[in-house]
């Protein structure tokens, strides 16, 4: 069954204003399964993925345009960049919005097509996985930003809401149907992406050892990047690290959060945080086999702040939003500030607990945004486990996870 996504909105906005509409994000995210859904009638759809789509598109752009006519969805399109020529031409002749649709799972490839064909007639809009808002029907609405109406936790939690459970399964759209195998899925999925993914963006010769450069990320997310430590835990230089890092990024598998930073604060840490964008995969590369585990085990702490990360990066960017006004803070003194969600000139300050219960201890380091010339500060939220929203100090609440 079909769960409605938060990004058709955003989708069906993007095509009333630009002529072309890219959609990014990590395969099997559900870019295709959307566009099936909500396309207006007449639209055509093909994949690149067709051996025979994909010839006639490299031989002849033009030939495979004429078979396949505006209006028009094109999946995988970064496997023929020389498509992005004939579609700035066939959008130039005419002045009407929304007559392409462009898909891929590999941003690298594809935003320098872009860069050089299209600037000016596309608009970008990244998809992940399923949020937790579309997975149990409530939560916010919009891009969460503490303080904003819909974004508290007004309404009661859903019933029989497990969000440990949740935190394992993952994301994935196809792992909502309970008779998918949990292990077997990500097997699948982590052996699919080294076969195609990677070899297409970078030539790994051995993929036993990027394997377990994704398990060594998998076993930092929610902590400050340190190339030199993958570097020696996954047994390769840091020239590697850096290539492959930039893999993960280009094909959606990992975040890198980087901090909040103005002129006036030249003693944060420009130091990035790195984040795996689907703890279900996270888990799987690190053996946590059952929710119940993972909640007991030494990783739990990152993994809720992994997951948490996750949903608020989802709800800007399923909003339309680039994402890159939630940032973290850290400064020389090692005081922290797990999220720092920039709203123009105000800054909304965010902890993460796993706890119910916070007390205003946990956002004593809130109080140094104060110091920062040029900005104002806003509301300020404790995500955690609590059932229930309340203030923790004035301006602070304290929010339920499921009401991100």
């Not at 902590?223 to 993960?248: E, F, I």
């Not at 706890?355 to 809130?366: C, H, I």
Request: with cysteine.
């Amino acid at each position: 069954m079909y769960v409605h996504r938060e990004a058709e909105s955003t989708l069906l906005d993007l095509m009333r204003q630009f002529k072309v509409v890219l959609v990014t994000g990590a395969r099997q995210v559900g870019k295709t399964t959307m566009l099936h859904h909500v396309l207006p009638e007449g639209f055509h759809y093909v994949t690149l993925d067709d051996p025979r789509a994909s010839a006639l598109a490299q031989a002849d752009p033009v030939l495979f345009f004429d078979d396949h006519r505006l209006p028009v969805a094109v999946d995988e399109v970064q496997r023929v960049p020389g498509l992005f020529q004939q579609v700035k031409f066939l959008v130039d002749q005419t002045p009407e919005t929304g007559l392409v649709v462009l898909t891929g799972s590999q941003t690298f490839h594809l935003m320098q097509g872009v860069s050089e064909s299209l600037a000016g007639r596309v608009a970008v809009l990244e998809m992940s996985g399923m949020s937790l808002r579309e997975i149990i029907g409530c939560g916010g609405n919009g891009p969460y930003i503490p303080g904003r109406p819909g974004n508290g936790g007004e309404a009661e939690p859903p019933e029989g809401l497990h969000i440990w459970d949740i935190i394992h399964r993952g994301s994935m759209p196809r792992l909502l149907d309970p008779s998918i195998s949990w292990d077997a899925y990500y097997t699948g999925y982590v052996r699919t992406y080294l076969e195609r993914d990677v070899r297409d963006l970078v030539n790994v010769k051995e993929e036993e050892s990027f394997y377990r450069f994704l398990v060594v990320c998998a076993a930092r997310t929610g902590q400050l990047l340190n190339r030199n430590d993958l570097a020696r835990d996954s047994g390769v230089d840091s020239k590697t690290v850096q290539s492959w890092l930039s893999v993960l990024q280009a094909s959606g598998i990992v975040r890198l959060l980087r901090p909040f930073w103005s002129n006036a604060s030249k003693r944060l840490t420009k130091t990035p945080k790195l984040y795996v964008m689907d703890t279900g995969l996270a888990c799987h590369l690190l053996g946590w086999g059952t929710a119940e585990t993972l909640r007991r085990g030494a990783m739990a702490g990152h993994m809720f702040e992994t997951f948490v990360v996750g949903e608020v990066l989802r709800s800007h960017l399923n909003a339309g939003g680039d994402a890159r006004g939630v940032q973290f803070y850290r400064d020389s003194r090692k005081r922290e500030i797990d999220l720092v969600i920039q709203e123009g000139r105000v800054l909304h300050p965010v902890e993460i607990k796993m706890a119910a219960t916070v007390n205003p201890g946990a956002v004593a380091n809130f109080s140094v945004l104060d110091g920062i010339d040029d900005y104002d500060v806003g509301a300020g939220a404790v995500i955690c486990q609590t059932r229930q929203p309340y203030s923790v100090t004035a301006g602070v609440r304290a929010v339920p996870v499921w009401s991100v």
